[in-house]
């Protein structure tokens, strides 16, 4: 045996050269350290039987494997478009991978978007949220069109209430209320169903080149009546995402409106709309983007004044993109943790390295926080009016903020964690490098993470917006309500082990208030540190009720190393480093 010494066997030497992957959990919800207990103590703090959402998750944990591979096609294997036919036609076919299919499959059987419209069930929020913690991250990027799809449900189904009380500004007038309604609700059944051949996902068609969130000022298409009383859109959709969706929601102006429309795509080429290219992206590869011109493709009109109108759509969004950040978020953790079990490096496994403790617990405790401010506003976009510790400014404010502050954890944490791999969280061919790619767009979907901070601040300055987001905070920390705002009655008395985190959280919200005194070019770190201070009182509130030493030890290590840092900024020393 050249080279290798004669007491090596070539068993031996193979085995010195072989580095065991990490292991897919064989149940990601019965594994998983914190959702079979968040969910049971979110359950019974309002007395409803958590039975059927925990063998529901318990089965769907149990195919995180087969998720798993069905993913790993998705990035082999992405979407393309075929412009033309062998005769020269133009066809405009969009071409995707059989796991691509199968994914919208799984999540229509599984009712990933229909849990969360099912009003049968208490908590269906929460149940579908950890569902989609689940599944986002082994989606292969299915979650961002079911995102869509949620948002379009919420949507209609809220435009169709106010179209069932004869509110104005909302219905099509070139069609029969009857007609309106009919095709609503059939669409909101399509895009809610359990049966994969009647499930239809949805597009959400706002961005044009003159600019991607100042849609007001920048939406150039137009809706145009034609002869025959159809409403047709003309213009440029410059960033649409899951193009193969069977209907979508689009901004267009129509006469002096940005209104709100409803489009049934053909399904098949026709002209009236034309993919002019797929997006080339640094991740997301597996979803097909693309830049669309729409050339009077017909379409119904759902409300006049779209922008106020198409708000729910951008709050559920906006929680799917969070709860997209902490499933890849808690993946790689997962993974990270079964790896330091097997990987040894200067004789012992790596998780015995203090350094490589310290690190597998920041991933753990972040992991933690995520999770639960998560569900957290979950339960709060989907509160009851009667909840008397929320406002309608509490949901809007925290829907942005856990936006911004999850991205920004998330893409932060989780290049922190490809290190946790050596080598090998750098190399393609183990799909860690993918993770890190395809989170890299959170920060920027549904809103810039400064776009997103502007709107926080606007929304903190009216009335008593700012008192009621802090008070939230506050009361969560201290016991006097639970997630969502809900009022226990058992008892939560202060536990003496969570005194220092709980004050450190109290100074750091003193810390904030002066800080949004004059926030003009700080308001980024003080959006992130409001999401901060929220993930903060989650992991209180959570370790107040469990008592268990890892959730009181998370709650004190957030506190340490996840509480934003908020520094004043001279203004002149701004405008001095830019000239």
């Not at 919800?29 to 359950?43: G, H, K, N, T, V």
């Not at 000022?217 to 969706?245: M, P, W």
């Not at 809007?396 to 954890?409: D, E, F, G």
């Not at 932060?412 to 090998?424: I, N, P, Q, V, Y």
Request: charged share 20%.
């Amino acid at each position: 045996m050249i080279g290798i010494s004669s007491r090596v066997t070539l068993s031996a030497f193979r085995q010195l050269h072989y580095v065991a992957p990490p292991k897919i959990p064989e149940n990601a919800f019965a594994s998983d350290s914190i959702l079979p207990r968040l969910l049971a103590a979110i359950y019974q703090q309002r007395e409803v039987c958590p039975k059927i959402p925990s063998n529901d998750l318990s089965q769907f944990g149990s195919q995180y494997r087969k998720l798993y591979d069905l993913a790993a096609d998705c990035e082999r294997y992405p979407p393309k478009l075929q412009r033309l036919d062998g005769w020269g036609g133009r066809v405009d076919n969009l071409i995707t991978c059989d796991s691509w299919k199968l994914l919208h499959d799984i999540a229509s059987r599984e009712r990933l978007v229909g849990i969360g419209h099912d009003e049968q069930h208490e908590l269906k929020e929460v149940w579908q949220t950890v569902k989609l913690i689940l599944y986002s991250a082994m989606s292969g990027m299915v979650s961002c069109p079911l995102a869509m799809t949620d948002g379009a449900a919420t949507t209609l189904s809220r435009l169709l209430k106010l179209h069932e009380n004869s509110a104005p500004g909302i219905g099509d007038c070139s069609v029969s209320s009857e007609e309106w309604r009919a095709t609503v609700s059939q669409t909101i059944s399509n895009l809610t169903s359990p049966n994969p051949e009647n499930f239809w996902t949805s597009g959400q068609w706002m961005t044009e080149r003159a600019g991607g969130s100042d849609v007001t000022r920048a939406t150039q298409t137009v809706a145009i009546r034609d002869e025959e009383g159809v409403i047709r859109l003309h213009g440029n959709k410059f960033y649409t995402s899951a193009i193969d969706c069977r209907v979508s929601l689009a901004l267009a102006r129509y006469g002096e409106n940005l209104s709100l429309f409803l489009v049934r795509l053909p399904s098949e080429y026709d002209g009236t709309i034309q993919i002019e290219k797929l997006k080339d992206k640094l991740g997301t590869r597996q979803l097909p983007t693309a830049e669309l011109t729409l050339n009077g493709v017909p379409a119904l009109l759902l409300a006049d004044k779209g922008i106020a109108n198409i708000v729910p759509m951008l709050q559920v969004t906006r929680l799917y993109n969070a709860i997209s950040a902490t499933s890849y978020l808690r993946h790689v953790t997962c993974l990270a943790h079964s790896y330091a079990e097997s990987r040894s490096a200067f004789g012992h496994t790596i998780n015995k390295l203090p350094l490589h403790k310290m690190s597998l617990a920041k991933l753990e405790t972040f992991t933690r926080a995520l999770i639960l401010q998560t569900v957290d506003l979950a339960l709060i976009v989907n509160a009851k009016a009667e909840t008397p510790s929320l406002s309608s400014t509490v949901s809007r404010v925290l829907s942005a903020v856990v936006k911004i502050h999850t991205a920004h954890v998330a893409v932060t944490t989780l290049r922190e964690g490809l290190e946790s791999f050596g080598g090998a969280g750098y190399m393609e061919d183990t799909g860690l490098p993918g993770l890190f790619r395809d989170a890299c767009v959170l920060p920027v979907w549904e809103g810039t993470s400064d776009v997103l901070s502007a709107e926080t601040i606007r929304a903190l300055s009216r009335g008593s917006s700012q008192a009621d987001v802090l008070r939230y905070i506050r009361e969560l920390a201290m016991g006097w309500c639970v997630f969502g705002g809900y009022q226990y009655s058992g008892d939560l008395e202060p536990f003496q082990p969570l005194e220092v985190p709980l004050t450190e959280l109290n100074q750091y919200l003193t810390e904030l208030e002066l800080a949004l005194e004059d926030c003009q070019y700080t308001g980024r770190s003080v959006a992130l540190g409001i999401g901060a201070a929220h993930a903060a009182a989650t992991l209180i509130s959570f370790a107040q009720y469990t008592k268990q030493p890892s959730d009181v030890a998370a709650a004190r290590l957030w506190c340490k190393m996840g509480l934003v840092p908020l520094k004043n900024v001279n203004p002149s020393d701004i405008s001095d480093v830019l000239t």
